[in-house]
């Protein structure tokens, strides 16, 4: 280690990550707020993970945030976690102190949660059943997030059943999987539906669950931003539902660690939210 301070570094983990926005996040907040620090794209194998991530202090690395493929092989390298990583079991913003010590949290949830609230103010949580499209990570940390803010049911429907079934042997019997086939029966009186899988992102399948029994009453907001308005969002704004786009998601959940890292916890704006959609 040096003997004179260093100016701090973060990094967004992955691979691939050149794809990563969250470079731009936390540039602009450098910039808007003066200070000193860096914020990079790194882009590591798996089997250079343990390695690569013990070295970071060394070099001056305040932190990271993970992302695909690493989420739970990181919550696994680190020293002490969060009780949201570990029930999630996955960690996407790591800490990492002077001693060389990691800590991991997951981050997912809360940005998930504060962007919703930011999107649909009215959103009342225990207003009835949550349908969730999707059982991958993200939709891990969303299950969590809204179990934790008392959603009294969370429906859940993903092409190969069993991924849904373990959400459900996980997070218990708040949990109801629903087929693939019938997905679309779920919408049928939830208060909230999210998209936490791929489809209707540009360049993947297309979004073609039937919306027919999606109440006008229901708040739908779906973790894909790229289009912004996704075939779900435009399928239920054109019902009279209050939608809220992803995009919102990626930045408020990059607010603890940047609160971490660099002492100063920054706001999410309008005009963050267009320089990152212009990066």
């Avoid at 060394?58 to 949201?84: Q, R, W, Y």
């Avoid at 997912?108 to 990570?137: H, K, S, T």
Wanted: aromatic letters at 6%.
């Amino acid at each position: 280690m040096t003997d004179h301070p260093r100016i701090p570094l973060a990094a967004v983990i992955g691979s691939p990550v050149a794809h990563s926005r969250s470079p731009a996040v936390h540039g602009y907040w450098l910039r808007q707020y003066g200070i000193p620090g860096y914020y990079i794209p790194v882009d590591i194998a798996a089997r250079d993970l343990s390695e690569a991530m013990r070295a970071m202090h060394k070099m001056g690395f305040v932190g990271c945030n993970v992302t695909i493929p690493h989420k739970e092989a990181a919550l696994a390298l680190a020293d002490s976690a969060s009780e949201t990583a570990v029930s999630i079991g996955a960690a996407n913003t790591m800490t990492l102190a002077a001693d060389g010590s990691i800590f991991a949290d997951n981050t997912d949830g809360y940005g998930f949660i504060a962007n919703l609230r930011a999107g649909a103010p009215l959103w009342r949580p225990e207003a009835g059943p949550a349908a969730v499209i999707g059982a991958g990570g993200a939709a891990r940390a969303i299950v969590h997030s809204l179990l934790a803010e008392g959603v009294p049911e969370v429906r859940i429907s993903n092409r190969t059943r069993a991924r849904a079934e373990a959400l459900r042997d996980d997070f218990g019997p708040r949990l109801t999987v629903v087929d693939w086939a019938e997905a679309a029966d779920m919408f049928d009186g939830a208060a909230t539906v999210v998209n936490t899988s791929s489809l209707g992102m540009q360049g993947k399948a297309e979004f073609d669950i039937a919306l027919d029994a999606l109440s006008a009453a229901a708040v739908v907001t779906d973790c894909v931003y790229t289009p912004l308005e996704t075939p779900l969002l435009r399928g239920a704004a054109a019902r009279g539902c209050v939608t809220v786009d992803g995009l919102g998601m990626l930045l408020h959940q990059a607010v603890p660690g940047f609160e971490r890292w660099f002492g100063h916890r920054p706001e999410v704006t309008e005009d963050l939210r267009v320089q990152v959609l212009s990066a």
